[in-house]
Nanobody
Framework: QTQLVESGGGLVQPGGSLRLACIAS????????IGWFRQAPGREREGVSC????????LYADSVKGRFAISRDKAKNTTYLQMNNLKPEDTGVYYC?????????????????WGQGTQVTVSS
C-alpha cells in the first residue's frame, strides 16, 4: 500500500525559505511522477510542481517559477520542494501525490495517492 508523508511546513516571514519533504513507501512502480500541490482556505487545490522518476525532468506552475525547486533522493525515497522568497500568497496546505501517467502534468485528478499535507504559512 502506497503511503506518502509530508514534512517541513511551518510559519515563515515573507522572503523566507522552507524545504518540504515527501517520503514515499510501499510504491513499486518503476515509472512514476511525484507532484506537489497546495490549497489555500477558500480556494481550489492547485498544482505547484512535479518531477518524473526516470529522467528527473520537472514542471513548475508559473506562480512559483524561479522561486521553488523540486528534487529527489531516490535512495531515500524522498522528494523535496525547496521554496525560496516566499510570499503571503504561498500560504496553504501543501500535499504531495504520486501518479503513474505518462508525461508531466499538474492536474490533480491524474494522481492516485496523496499524503495528509503540511501547513505553510507566510506572514509577518
Amino acid at each position: 500500500q502506497t503511503q506518502l508523508v509530508e514534512s517541513g511546513g511551518g510559519l515563515v516571514q515573507p522572503g523566507g525559505s522552507l524545504r518540504l519533504a515527501c517520503i514515499a513507501s510501499g510504491f513499486t512502480s518503476d515509472y512514476y511522477v511525484i507532484g506537489w500541490f497546495r490549497q489555500a482556505p477558500g480556494r481550489e487545490r492547485e498544482g505547484v510542481s512535479c518531477i518524473e522518476s526516470r529522467e528527473g525532468s520537472t514542471l513548475y506552475a508559473d506562480s512559483v517559477k524561479g522561486r521553488f525547486a523540486i528534487s529527489r533522493d531516490k535512495a531515500k525515497n524522498t522528494t523535496y520542494l525547496q521554496m525560496n522568497n516566499l510570499k503571503p500568497e504561498d500560504t496553504g496546505v501543501y500535499y504531495c501525490a504520486v501518479g503513474t501517467f505518462g508525461g508531466k502534468y499538474l492536474l490533480d485528478t491524474l494522481y492516485d495517492d496523496w499524503g495528509q499535507g503540511t501547513q505553510v504559512t507566510v506572514s509577518s
